[in-house]
């Protein structure tokens, strides 16, 4: 049981490359997130994928496209990356309790650097 | 979502116990109070979560006064493993726009 799995781990890229952060949660969990924390501050959501088909904008979801492919994929991609999208991002998964909030499992995270 | 207010770092010694106060002034009633921890290059992890009273694992207890305007992670006898940052957040299962603000940094000396 992995839990939530990011890959890759560290990407250099350059000014207007594209790439797609993957990640799969082994957990059966309904929800998944993106997460991009820049440093000494909080986390921002970038999107979530409440359920299965559906995807939504979170705070910061500029620059960013999500796809949920099935229940244990929900993938990043950013098209044209900036410098301004250097960060870590957390991929996290959520299963819809009956009473409660979200509790959210992280994955290790994904450090990307443009230049 | 309940808006939150927690210090912005804390400093403590091995031994001693740690609590942590977080400021939710306009909490619903439907919602419930979640930390979080997260250590250096890790994303964060879930500590506990409670509504009302007082809830306790093994990693740490969660006090919640009657008004439920804040709450108290308490983190007992700390050791240096337990520096790291907490969140504190507020919300409701519907809650899927979970913020996690710049949280305390709980830095423990020997």
């Known amino acids: 049981n992995a839990g939530v799995t990011q890959t890759p781990k560290f990407q250099v890229l350059k000014t207007g490359q594209s790439m797609t952060l993957q990640c799969a949660q082994d957990m059966n969990h309904n929800s998944m997130y993106w997460y991009r924390q820049d440093p000494g501050m909080g986390l921002r959501l970038i999107y979530y994928?409440?359920?299965?088909?559906?995807?939504d904008k979170g705070e910061v979801p500029n620059g960013y496209n999500v796809s949920r492919l099935n229940k244990r994929e929900f993938s990043l991609r950013l098209e044209s990356a900036a410098p301004s999208q250097t960060s870590v991002y957390f991929c996290?998964?959520?299963?819809?309790?009956?009473?409660?909030?979200?509790?959210?499992?992280f994955g290790a995270g994904s450090r990307l650097t443009v230049l | 979502l309940a808006k939150t207010t927690q210090p912005i770092s804390m400093d403590s010694y091995e031994g001693q116990e740690v609590n942590i106060t977080c400021s939710h002034n306009?909490?619903?009633?439907?919602?419930?109070i979640t930390w979080y921890q997260q250590f250096p290059s890790q994303g964060p992890r879930f500590i506990i979560q409670g509504y009302k009273t007082k809830v306790t694992n093994e990693v740490a207890s969660l006090f919640i006064p009657a008004d439920r305007k804040s709450s108290t992670l308490s983190l007992p006898r700390v050791s240096l493993s337990d520096t790291a940052v907490y969140y504190c957040l507020v919300g409701d299962i519907r809650d899927y726009k979970l913020s996690f603000g710049a949280g305390t940094t709980v830095t423990v000396r020997a």
């Open positions: 994928s409440a359920s299965e088909g559906t995807t």
């Open positions: 306009n909490i619903a009633t439907n919602d419930y």
């Open positions: 996290a998964s959520s299963e819809q309790e009956i009473s409660g909030a979200n509790v959210l499992t």
